[in-house]
Structure formats: C-alpha cells, structure tokens
C-alpha cells in the first residue's frame, strides 16, 4: 500500500539529490518512498534527509527536503510512501 506525499522539484544530476516538496507527510529517515513519473519507477530507502543543508530525522507537510538518491529521478515525478 502506498501514498503520495509529495513530489520531485528538482534533481540535481551531478550531486544524485533530490528536491522534494512534502504535500502530504510526515516522512521520516528509514522510510522506504517509490519514485514514479513518466520514465521513472524505483523504490528508495531514506537514509537522510536535510533541510536547509541540516540533517533532519523527519519532515512534514509544506517542507522541502533534500534527498541523496540512489535511482536517477526528475522533476515533477511523484513521491509514494511505501506502507511497510
């Protein structure tokens, strides 16, 4: 079972970070999230997150987190968390 929680402002190819807007949390580190778009489909666990380049262990609706990602992902692409 999954929900949507957000969504993928902006990816950062040369870093392998994700901007993500949090519309729908909280999401927290060891979460596992699923990545869909058009040409995108991965499952991700979170090993850390940061906002404003500080480490945090969760983030709510209306933040904007910063993910180092091991899938490749782009904008606008939905953000599922995976119920475990």
Excluded: W
């Excluded at 060891?30 to 404003?52: A, P, R, S």
């Excluded at 609706?61 to 968390?81: A, E, N, T």
């Amino acid at each position: 079972m999954e929900k949507e929680i957000g969504f993928v402002e902006h990816y950062f190819n040369h870093l392998s970070v994700a901007a993500i807007k949090i519309t729908n949390g909280p999401l927290k580190v060891g979460d596992t999230i699923h990545v869909k778009g058009h040409t995108t489909d991965f499952t991700e666990k979170i090993l850390t997150m940061q906002i404003k380049n500080a480490d945090v262990h969760e983030a709510n609706s209306g933040d904007d987190i910063g993910v180092k990602m091991v899938g490749k992902c782009r904008d606008h692409d939905k953000v599922y968390l995976v119920a475990e």
